[in-house]
């Protein structure tokens, strides 16, 4: 066996592998170019992977084999790096009809419907290009639910930014959210909820996870695993181009200043093909000619061809000269890797494929037979009867490389000098100012947050809520992490994201019934980082243990790092619940002479608090504690007790301030809360909620709350225009005003 | 009532037109834009929201040139009720049913919230149980909702009694506030504002279901 | 042959995009834009001998809304 690369003596510059990618090849008449070292590390393989590459094949690759190894094994599509710990979190329960490992996660509401969702960044390409970066990556979560059967009946966004100040904050935040806003306005999702951060250390990253849920009924759910040998494998969609070939590996790369000559590789989103695909796609289904289906995401034909072959134990031959292109002279290279969007694979029935070609063409949808289904495990590439590939299928997708890379715990956090007492109002003021905590209704008024007509809750105010259509049912949906927490303190910030969100589904009177993880870190290689990732982790699965809100799909996004700086270690949690009756659900808003019921305990924790960081410009201190049986406790105390509860939020950045003026502002109403203590009303203890109600709920929510020996105390009460807090005070109306136009005042 | 609503293969509010429809008491089919006919018997067209055909070119102007269309615009000519809401009123006003056109937004977003309307008129089938003057909340959610009309256009919508209606604080910079025109024979109705949406108090406003009951009651009279 | 078709909002009516792209230039620092407008070209690939009174048709029909825009065409 020949080996043709050593391990490189000399320096690769250190974007290399990108600059090559956008000057593929173009032309017919050339030549594939030789396999060199440059060329193996330009396609983001390290020198041992490619020795593995020519133990598995026993020879030498072609440049398709090249591409195709890089796009199964790179970090995006193989999670070699994250692996090992993705499999300690909790995936199973009762509710779990199908965790991780699918296109989206499946988990059942009753009645034989199941909500399938899930959470996926598209952070590299938003940054580079931020309109299409973003809407991409909404088409392609929502292509992940309908892939499965489901209609889509929500999506969410988690967007983190840069220092509002930064140069570059500004145009990513207009885009990121036209885009957001211009895929699933078009597509016609309601968006219902999400989160807007701004944090100097995204200055050179920016977060785009997008969520999704759809709808199904749970004997109509559609997997990916291919059956049958000589089965018809059917392209559908919109056509093939040389978008974002090399994206992928893109997406696994660390970003450097020369980041403006990598946008070639950004692809184009289409949501009005994308919404004929869905139509076409559930219309498919229900004639039942689908075997199985997979949607063609991040190297696009290859993941998906090979994941249909590797779960169906099969292998799959296809005939590039099939695939429908829209350039000239594309390569078998470059469509194995094109990431163009709206696309779909699918295995069907041949007997009715006459039947599936009329439903495609009422969409006026490409639909093209590619290839078959074969009985040896292989990977049969051939275009123009010239083989371009020819690899065993299983060790493409189970040889990946997997490490157990070098971690190390992440050092107790100093403790919290001395924070000086401050003017309540004046602290609630400034919170309110910066764009983090105030009014987001500039970013969601550009999403449509009602089509569907079944939206309860529109964003705004914690959890978003849907109507299940034609039912008393609905769901609650919600996305939550604190950067800052998981920073200073990984095991219990990642508790934290789960307990948020298990909070805010509560706090609607939702049943949490399951979670996914949108896991967004800095490079892995460095043990400190993973042990960052190690930690969340840890915390995440400790966390949806207890609380029973299994794992049921995710991904993972390394690498966010731009010149050897990395994010804040951000695990973004998307969290679903279940409310059996939408007349039980808790929308209400505080009203005058309402009680303010502070439920949980008050220790006064400041630190790595919003009030520190934005008032005193200090990050510093511990994360707050998470006690899980706390948060369990009151959760169920509040659920069970609904009733007693006409509005209801839950406490987290911001502490009882912040919580108390949100919900005196949603209902236009004054708060005077009893205390002016700087912890007490700024500190963020955990599994805390302040709810609003009359004096007779009071009365027995307080009973009850004694009974069962949660802690409940009554903090003040709504009513009047003004806002105090003990002696300070001011209009309503003032503070309001701040809170509504500080967003757009610091992003326009 | 007999009621179709229309669906372009980029409609996304087509459903929830049909569910107000049947909700308050009408007989409704969906009609696909590829057909050239309407069905038999027909009292109502609706037109609903979405990108018809992703919005390409302008809004509603390749959706304006379906083979459905033409039978729109004849059941129109023929005296039928038509209404069109946000993307129905950008492809009613590309068949020239309703006069005017709509432009970008003046504050150049996409925008979603719910807004008050004045009820301009009572004058019409689809504003016949609203009292003239009262204020509806009312959802709205598009790009491109920004009436525009020539000078005389104005005047004989002003003159004729035919604007629906205007909205109270003018999200996107409509001339003259309008929200919603009516066709000079007031048997089409074009609106930005989504009544569909505004059909139960537990999604924000129940104030589109007296459109929908009155337009029902009317065309089953008559 | 080619006819490129370009369509331009009617003088007097509002134009919110050149009026924001003239505010960006401005706040970029480059003075003296009195206006901008903005429109879209529209190239199509035609037939030899295709009519240009059928060219005429096709933007009256769909390419152009003559209630806010006008075109001028251009055949090479």
């Known amino acids: 066996m020949q080996h043709l690369i050593a391990i490189p003596t000399f320096p690769l510059p250190v974007n290399f592998r990108i600059r090559v990618q956008i000057c593929t090849v173009r032309d017919d008449n050339l030549q594939d170019p030789v396999i060199t070292p440059d060329l193996i590390a330009a396609h983001g393989l390290s020198p041992d992977e490619y020795d593995r590459i020519l133990e598995i094949i026993g020879r030498d690759p072609s440049f398709t084999e090249i591409g195709i190894f890089s796009a199964m094994w790179n970090e995006h599509c193989s999670y070699k790096s994250s692996k090992k710990w993705l499999r300690t979190l909790p995936t199973e329960g009762p509710q779990v009809i199908c965790g991780p490992g699918e296109n989206a996660g499946v988990v059942d509401i009753g009645d034989g419907q199941a909500v399938i969702f899930k959470m996926e960044s598209h952070n590299h390409p938003s940054y580079i290009e931020p309109y299409q970066g973003a809407a991409t990556g909404v088409g392609g979560i929502l292509r992940d639910v309908f892939t499965m059967g489901a209609r889509p009946i929500a999506a969410m966004n988690s967007l983190s930014f840069g220092s509002p100040d930064h140069p570059k904050t500004k145009s990513l935040v207009s885009g990121v959210v036209a885009g957001v806003g211009g895929y699933g306005n078009c597509f016609g999702v309601p968006t219902i909820g999400g989160e807007v951060r701004f944090d100097p250390a995204y200055n050179g990253n920016c977060l785009v996870n997008a969520f999704a849920a759809g709808l199904a009924d749970t004997d109509k759910i559609f997997y990916s695993a291919a059956s049958g040998v000589g089965m018809p494998v059917v392209y559908l969609g919109a056509k093939t181009g040389r978008d974002g070939v090399g994206g992928a590996t893109m997406a696994s790369a660390e970003f450097d200043d020369t980041i403006e000559d990598k946008r070639p590789t950004v692809q184009v989103g289409d949501p009005f093909t994308e919404k004929r695909l869905m139509e076409a796609t559930l219309e498919l289904m229900a004639t039942g000619a689908v075997i199985s289906i997979q949607d063609m995401g991040a190297a696009g034909l290859t993941c998906s061809a090979v994941e249909m072959g590797d779960k169906g134990n099969l292998g799959v031959r296809l005939d590039l000269e099939k695939v429908p292109t829209r350039e000239l002279n594309m390569t078998a290279y470059e469509m194995m890797l094109s990431e163009s969007q709206e696309r779909m694979l699918m295995v069907l029935k041949p007997e009715l494929e006459e039947q599936a070609k009329a439903v495609f063409d009422k969409w006026d949808l490409d639909f093209a037979i590619v290839g078959e289904t074969i009985a040896e495990d292989r990977f049969l590439i051939v275009m123009n009867g010239e083989v371009k590939a020819d690899l065993p299928l299983k060790a493409l997708s189970g040889t990946a490389p997997e490490y157990d890379r070098p971690w190390v715990e992440t050092p107790a956090a100093e403790p919290l000098g001395d924070v000086p007492h401050i003017d309540p109002i004046d602290g609630l003021k400034m919170l309110i100012s910066s764009p983090n905590y105030a009014a987001k209704q500039w970013v969601y008024e550009q999403y449509d947050s009602q089509v569907m007509a079944d939206s309860l809750r529109t964003p705004g105010m914690g959890s978003g809520i849907v109507r299940v259509h034609g039912t008393q049912k609905a769901l609650a949906f919600t996305s939550d992490v604190t950067p800052r927490y998981v920073a200073a303190n990984p095991f219990e910030g990642g508790k934290q994201a789960v307990a948020e969100g298990y909070r805010n589904l509560t706090a609607v009177g939702a049943l949490p019934l399951a979670t996914t993880d949108n896991l967004n870190f800095g490079n892995p290689e460095k043990p400190e980082i993973m042990g960052q990732f190690v930690g969340a982790i840890k915390g995440i699965g400790a966390a949806v243990a207890a609380l029973d809100m299994p794992i049921v799909s995710g991904n993972v996004s390394l690498y966010n790092e731009t010149d050897g700086s990395g994010i804040l270690p951000t695990p973004t949690i998307g969290a679903v619940g279940l409310i059996a009756d939408a007349d039980d659900a808790i929308t209400g808003l505080a009203r005058e002479g309402h009680m303010a019921i502070l439920i949980g305990e008050t220790n006064g924790h400041l630190g790595q608090s919003a009030l520190l960081a934005e008032v005193f410009n200090r990050v510093e201190g511990d994360a707050p504690p998470v006690d899980l049986a706390s948060e369990k406790k009151h959760g169920e105390f509040i659920r069970t007790n609904s009733a007693w509860v006409t509005a209801c939020s839950d406490l987290s950045d911001g502490g009882l301030a912040l919580a108390a003026f949100e919900m005196a502002e949603a209902a236009n109403v004054g708060v005077s809360l009893d205390t002016e203590g700087t912890a007490e009303l700024f500190g963020e203890d955990q599994a805390r909620y302040l709810v609003a109600c009359n004096f007779d709920q009071a009365e027995a929510l307080l009973a009850a709350a004694g009974n069962l020996g949660v802690p409940a105390t009554c903090v003040g009460r709504f009513g009047g225009t003004q806002v105090s807090f003990g002696a300070q005070q001011t209009e309503l109306s003032e503070l309001s005003t701040i809170f509504r136009n500080s967003f757009a005042d610091a992003v326009t | ?222 | 042959m080619k006819a490129i078709v370009t369509v331009m909002l009617k003088n007097g009516v509002l134009d919110p995009q050149g009026e924001a792209v003239k505010s960006a230039l401005g706040g970029l620092g480059f003075s003296g834009v009195n206006s901008v407008r903005q429109g879209k070209l529209i190239e199509l690939d035609l037939a030899e001998g295709t009519d240009p009174a059928q060219i005429d048709e096709m933007c009256n029909r769909l390419l152009v809304n003559a209630v806010i825009e006008s075109y001028q065409l251009d055949i090479t």
Not at chain 2, 21 to 38: E, M, T, Y
Not at chain 2, 138 to 156: C, M, R, S
Not at chain 2, 205 to 215: E, K, M, N, P, T
């Open chain 2, 1 to 222: 009532m007999r009621a179709a609503v229309v669906v372009f293969p980029g409609s996304n509010c087509d459903r929830d037109m049909v569910v107000a429809l049947r909700q308050s008491g009408a007989d409704v089919a969906k009609v696909w834009h590829k057909d050239a006919d309407l069905p038999q018997g027909l009292d109502l067209v609706a037109v609903p929201g979405g990108f018809s055909f992703g919005d390409y070119l302008r809004c509603g102007a390749i959706a304006a040139q379906s083979p459905i269309c033409r039978a729109v615009v004849d059941h129109a000519n023929r005296g039928g009720y038509v209404l069109g809401v946000c993307n129905g009123f950008q492809v009613l006003s590309e068949t020239g049913l309703v006069p005017g056109a709509l432009m970008r937004n003046s504050g150049l977003k996409f925008l979603c919230k719910t807004v008050g309307l004045t009820v301009e008129t009572q004058d019409s089938a689809f504003t016949a149980a609203y009292s003239q003057g009262s204020e509806i909340q009312v959802p709205i959610a598009h790009h491109d909702g920004n009436y525009y009309a020539t000078e005389d256009e104005l005047k004989a919508l002003d003159s004729e009694d035919r604007v629906a209606f205007r909205y109270s604080d003018n999200p996107n910079g409509s001339m003259s506030s309008i929200a919603g025109v009516l066709s000079a024979n007031r048997r089409v109705l074009g609106m930005m504002p989504h009544p569909e949406r505004a059909m139960d108090a537990q999604m924000g406003s129940a104030d589109g279901q007296a459109l929908f009951r009155a337009l029902v009651g009317q065309t089953t009279q008559a």
